[in-house]
C-alpha cells in the first residue's frame, strides 16, 4: 500500500479539541459536514488548504486528549491519506485503526509544511520527494494493513465475519 501527498505540518500535543473543535460538537451526527473544520484550531485553513491523500504530520503526542473517535474519523473524512507523528497518544491511535485511517510512529523533524511524500505502509519507508531523502518506520503488521484496506475494523469483520489475525 503506497500513499502519496503533501505534507502539512503540526508541532507537539495536538489535542483532540484541536482536530474536532468542540464548538462544532452539534455536527457529530453529521461528520462529513464536521471534516470540513478540521484541525481548524490548530490551522483555520487546513481544511480548505489540503487535498486528498496529503498527510497530517505531527510532533509527539498527537490526539491527546479525550477518546472520541470523531477525530480520526474526520481526519480520514477530509481525505488525509495517513497521520505521521513521532507518537501518538494510544486512544487515538486505536481509533485511527478502528477507522481505517493509518497512524504511522516515525521521526518527523526532517518533513516540513508541504513536502511531497510517498509511504509504503508495507516497506515501513517514507520518501521524501523534495528533499531526496528516505525516513524509516516500523512496518505495520500485515492484520493491520488488511484492517485499514478493508476500511476499518468495524468493516473488516464485516467482510470477514470475525476479527482474522492471519
Known sequence: ????GKAWKF???ISTDLIAPGRYFHLRSNLPELAKHVLEDADQKFASKMNKGDFVVGGNNFGLGSSREHAPTIIKLAGVSAVLAKSFARIFFRNAINVGLPVL??????IDQEDALE????KGTI???????????????????TILNDGGLAAHIQKHGDFKLE
Do not use: R, Y
Open 1 to 4: 500500500m503506497i500513499l502519496k
Open 119 to 122: 509511504v509504503d505502509l508495507a
Open 127 to 145: 520518501k521524501n520527494l523534495v528533499k531526496g531523502i528516505e525516513l524509516k518506520f516500523s512496518p505495520l503488521p500485515q492484520v493491520m494493513i
Open 105 to 110: 510512529i516515525c521521526e518527523t523533524d526532517k
Open 11 to 13: 508541532g507537539d500535543d
